[in-house]
């Protein structure tokens, strides 16, 4: 799994192109910390909640707001592009960055960079693809991508939501975690 993870960011890497605006590269912030530390990690995500221990978490108070009403933990991860949120509710597989401003589609083709086509033996499968409207960030578009071993129990789920609206109080949000079937 390890091995399949670092192909993926080896992969990012490969693919970074120096970024015209700054919407865009608040996009190529994102995508390299979704990267390196929820697909790094999703494996074992209390790897990464170690690392994370010496790091100054959100208060609960504002954790709470990224946390959906679950236990967990929120950290700010500064970047030159913005600040992101880091998330990982407790007792789950779960982890998840939020950012406030990056360029939607930019954001969508970064991400999909990273997961629409998965390393071998595994399968990549897209999951959904569907529009909403919200009351808070306005239109918002989800998409989800499966990763799969033929007869696994266990597949990981890549999901990424944006908001395009300058008015959204949340313009990207990505997430990875297993699910057992």
């Not at 529009?131 to 999901?159: C, D, H, I």
């Amino acid at each position: 799994m390890r091995s399949i993870i670092a192909l993926v960011l080896i992969g990012l890497a490969a693919n970074s192109v120096t970024a015209a605006t700054e919407g865009e590269n608040q996009a190529s912030s994102f995508a390299n910390i979704y990267a390196s530390l929820c697909l790094k990690h999703l494996n074992n995500l209390e790897v990464l909640r170690e690392k994370l221990k010496p790091m100054p978490k959100l208060p609960p108070e504002k954790a709470s707001l990224f946390l959906a009403g679950n236990a967990g933990d929120a950290w700010p991860v500064p970047d030159k592009h913005g600040t992101y949120v880091l998330v990982l509710p407790a007792g789950k597989d779960i982890c998840a960055v939020h950012v406030r401003r990056a360029d939607t589609e930019a954001a969508k083709k970064q991400f999909e960079n990273l997961v629409a086509n998965a390393p071998s033996p595994l399968i990549a499968k897209q999951v959904r693809n569907d529009q909403t409207q919200t009351a808070v960030n306005g239109p918002t578009q989800t998409v989800a991508y499966e990763w799969s071993a033929p007869n696994a129990p266990r597949k990981m789920l890549f999901t990424l939501t944006t908001a395009p609206s300058e008015e959204a109080q949340l313009q990207v949000l990505g997430s990875a975690t297993i699910i057992n079937q």
